[in-house]
């Protein structure tokens, strides 16, 4: 199972970052979101 993983990571490498990035922007976006009404 840990070489499946090791071969999906580096198959699919390319896209690694821009999908960490993605899921930051989602976090800030929910956090953002929860703080606005906190904010006005």
């Keep these: 199972m840990a070489e499946e993983i090791k071969s999906v990571i580096s198959r699919s490498r390319d896209t690694l ?17 929860l703080a606005l009404p906190g904010l006005i």
């Design 17 to 33: 970052l821009a999908d960490a990035l993605g899921v930051a922007a989602l976090v800030v976006m929910l956090f953002v979101g």
